[in-house]
């Protein structure tokens, strides 16, 4: 992913990203669990709110090894 770029992620791509089913995807910005808006009947995902998202999880799974 590119942060200098405005594209926006589609389902399709955060699944592909994290390997899962776009169902879940769906699921899991309906939920709010992960950052996303709703145009139309489409989910797009900002590059840069994504990679926060997993910096932050993977910060706080390291802390929770220590």
Partial sequence: MNQGHSEFLTV???AKLFRCDPETVK???RSRKL???KFGKAWFFRP?????M???????AQREDE
Avoid: K, L, T
């Fill in 35 to 37: 950052p996303g808006f």
């Fill in 27 to 29: 699921r899991q910005a």
């Fill in 12 to 14: 399709s791509d955060v």
């Fill in 48 to 52: 840069r709110d994504i990679e926060a």
């Fill in 54 to 60: 997993i910096d932050h999880a993977i910060g706080a």
